[in-house]
């Protein structure tokens, strides 16, 4: 049996204060309007994308540089995913409230791109238990995370470049350089684990 001690769950309330944190900065700094909510829901996302590219890389760094730290980022990414789950659901409470400070609604493709992406991160973290894996089976299970986790990159990395490529973007492009830079990182490591796995050579025959 699993001794619970050893889960971190200190990653929840981490995430939490983190987020605390930026709130407390966003509405002293800026106030409790439009700007303040502004903020935080900027910097609630850059929590959420942080925590996101570690879950999203952790695998593949333990395939690549095993070390004491990646196998515990290997073994514990389900806390650390579960930890994107709730920094990017205050995120999406951190926009709605800006929305609703501003009087508008987002735009149809940031309602179904953005909201798809949500459906992922729901049933990702609903799932992320032994008992759903058993019940849906590791494939489908396994799938299921795998077209999640890529749908979230995508929508991640479609938000940082095209504020790169903007001719007015809200921040230096520097900040959008390197977000989009850690996410093609990842992706890089992702892959590079992938082709190594393939190169392993098959077990002998008895």
């Known amino acids: 049996m699993t ?65 004491d730290g990646t196998r515990w980022l290997r073994r514990n990414r389900r806390y650390i995913g579960l930890s994107f789950a709730l920094a990017h659901f205050i995120h999406l409470g951190a926009l709605t409230g800006f929305f609703i400070s501003i009087g508008e609604a987002p735009d149809t493709a940031t309602i179904l791109g953005g909201g798809l992406a949500y459906v992922f991160i729901g049933l990702m973290a609903l799932t992320s238990n032994d008992w759903s894996m058993r019940k849906l089976g590791p494939a489908a299970w396994r799938w299921l995370h795998l077209i999640g986790s890529y749908y979230v990159w995508l929508i991640f990395m479609r938000s940082y470049l095209t504020r790169l490529a903007s001719e007015t973007p809200p921040e230096p492009k520097i900040v959008f350089a390197t977000t989009a830079a850690l996410g093609f990182a990842a992706l890089g490591l992702r892959i590079a684990a992938w082709a190594k796995n393939r190169r392993k050579p098959a077990p002998a025959a008895a």
């Open 3 to 67: 001794d619970t001690r050893s889960r971190p769950y200190w990653l929840f309330a981490a995430t939490l204060a983190g987020a605390a944190l930026i709130a407390a900065a966003s509405f002293a700094l800026w106030g409790m309007g439009s700007d303040g909510f502004q903020h935080f829901t900027r910097y609630t996302a850059r929590l959420a994308f942080l925590i996101f590219i570690v879950a999203f890389s952790a695998g593949a760094l333990a395939r690549l540089f095993p070390s």
